[in-house]
């Protein structure tokens, strides 16, 4: 018959991914919806420190956060 790890298993890894793009990865999914020039920056600051509050919040405060015109001279 079936073995409970097979059935169990696919369901832990799609609550597992869904917990880290829902929960870590907010500030990265407002930056590409909002075309930040600063992509990058912020979806490698929420990858490494995403999961400390201090990241997350500086992350997600950036991404929400204008971005300032360049100016050329």
Do not use: E, Q
């Not at 059935?7 to 829902?22: D, E, G, I, M, T």
């Not at 929960?23 to 995403?50: E, H, Q, T, W, Y």
């Not at 997600?60 to 100016?71: E, N, R, S, T, Y």
């Amino acid at each position: 018959m079936y073995d409970s790890l097979n059935v169990v298993l696919p369901f832990f890894l799609l609550s597992f991914f869904r917990a880290a793009v829902c929960d870590v990865f907010p500030a990265s999914i407002i930056a590409l919806a909002r075309g930040k020039r600063d992509l990058l920056a912020i979806f490698l600051l929420n990858f490494f420190l995403g999961l400390t509050v201090i990241g997350w919040v500086v992350a997600l405060i950036w991404a929400v956060k204008h971005d300032v015109p360049v100016v050329v001279r």
